[in-house]
T-cell receptor, first 118, second 111 residues
Framework: GAVVSQHPSRVICKSGTSVKIECRSL??????MFWYRQFPKKSLMLMAT?????????EQGVEKDKFLINHASLTLSTLTVTSAHPEDSSFYIC??????????????FGPGTRLTVL | DAKTTQPPSMDCAEGRAANLPCNHS???????VYWYRQIHSQGPQYIIH???NNETNEMASLIITEDRKSSTLILPHATLRDTAVYYC????????????FGTGTSLTVIP
């Protein structure tokens, strides 16, 4: 199957700093990528849909000024957590949809990024 | 919002079939049923998906009832590595829409 990578896999930062997480589709092009966050023992919660060349669409309750998303190319989307606070500590996961995939295609998920804000 | 309900947890003996149920009584005609699983601290892994017919691949089988209001994921010979949280998701298949995850079923395969 297609491969999606995330970088970094783990990051620890101080409160008030900004952290950038990269999501890359390694062997396919993705016009659409999705960002999720997951708290311990909870399910994945969709944060936003990232479209190449246009503004991201955020889910209700997700602050777009705090979670900046840039989808600059067909293989890269970035999520920047600005002015991070301890409550932003979470597991962030991206997924990507293969632009050439047909009907009923599946999404491919990255391995996740563990963010810890001190 | 998630449109599926699943039991929160299940156990299965190693080597036996694991049957994971999912209820999606409000599914519409153009929505597919997807199954993913997530092993601890990893990204979700695609298992299988279907629209109305039963599906089988190298990982699992998907049985969808005729009225499409429920489905069952079958792992034919569960191994310890199949211990994971299994998510059943309903989504329009051809639009690239978002996945909304429910709470999933935590499957524990017992030696």
């Amino acid at each position: 199957g297609a491969v999606v990578s995330q970088h970094p896999s783990r990051v620890i930062c101080k409160s008030g700093t900004s952290v950038k997480i990269e999501c890359r589709s390694l062997d396919f092009q993705a016009t659409t990528m999705f960002w999720y966050r997951q708290f311990p023992k909870k399910s994945l919660m969709l944060m936003a849909t990232s479209n190449e060349g246009s503004k991201a669409t955020y889910e209700q309750g997700v602050e777009k000024d705090k979670f900046l998303i840039n989808h600059a190319s067909l293989t890269l989307s970035t999520l920047t957590v600005t002015s991070a606070h301890p409550e932003d500590s979470s597991f962030y996961i991206c997924s990507a949809r293969d632009v050439l995939a047909g009907m009923g295609n599946e999404q491919f998920f990255g391995p996740g990024t563990r963010l810890t804000v001190l | 919002d998630a449109k599926t309900t699943q039991p929160p947890s299940m156990d299965c003996a190693e080597g036996r079939a694991a049957n994971l149920p999912c209820n999606h009584s409000t599914i519409s005609g153009n929505e597919y049923v997807y199954w993913y699983r997530q092993i601890h601290s990893q990204g979700p892994q695609y298992i299988i998906h279907g629209l109305k017919n039963n599906e089988t691949n190298e990982m699992a089988s998907l049985i969808i009832t005729e009225d499409r209001k429920s489905s069952t994921l079958i792992l034919p010979h569960a191994t310890l590595r199949d211990t994971a949280v299994y998510y059943c998701i309903v989504r329009e298949g051809n639009t690239g829409n978002q996945f909304y995850f429910g709470t999933g079923t935590s499957l524990t395969v017992i030696p």
